[in-house]
């Protein structure tokens, strides 16, 4: 196991320590389990980072690291959703894209020749717009501007959803063709 991959590993066991501190009853809960956040999110940077920099890629990483974001991602949504912080159409929408993400890439890894769905600039501008949207709820900013976030975010998901469906279409399709040729 590199290290990248124990950042990331690092970054799944944040997950409890962030609900630890959200449902806390301490003085500034909220802003505290966005600290974690914001330290998983810096960690989600430098693990890709060191990876690609040091030739530390592996399947293990490839795997664990989507896993970590979603894991994150659901963990952040159902808080919120919980205390009533976003309305529960954002869970459900984001939630719905999410699980089809995670059966494509299982479809892919399983049955398709473990293939991996590439992240693109579509999923990282929707990433970036979820930590946007959790962060402006972190720091207390006003509420139409959280609300107009996590609308972004929704429809950024939705785009990026489409984008990542053609390239799952034309994986399988470009695998259906390999095996013909064989």
């Known amino acids: 196991m590199n290290i990248a991959n124990m950042i ?3 970054r799944i066991l944040l997950i409890p320590v962030y609900l630890y501190f959200f449902y806390s009853s301490l003085r500034n809960n909220i802003l505290l389990a966005g600290i974690i956040f914001i ?4 960690s989600d940077v430098l693990d890709g980072y060191i ?3 040091y030739n530390m890629t592996s399947r293990l990483g490839i795997v664990l690291d989507p896993i970590a974001d979603k894991l994150m991602m659901f963990t952040i949504l159902i808080s919120f959703t919980t ?5 529960v159409w954002i869970l459900i929408a984001l939630g719905i894209k999410e699980i089809a993400m995670i059966s494509g890439g299982a ?15 579509y999923g990282k501008v929707a990433t970036l717009s979820f930590y946007a949207a959790t962060l402006s709820i972190v720091f207390k900013l006003p509420e139409l501007l959280s609300t107009s976030l996590f609308f972004l975010t929704v429809a950024l998901n939705i785009i990026a959803f ?3 469906f053609i390239i799952y279409i034309k994986m399988g399709h470009n695998r259906l063709n390999d095996m013909v040729d064989k």
Request: charged share 20%.
């Open 8 to 10: 990331t590993i690092l």
């Open 39 to 42: 330290i998983a999110g810096i």
């Open 51 to 53: 990876a690609r920099k």
């Open 83 to 87: 205390k009533g912080i976003i309305s």
């Open 107 to 121: 479809i892919l890894y399983l049955f398709k020749g473990k293939q991996v769905m590439p992240s693109n600039k």
């Open 162 to 164: 489409i984008n990542y």
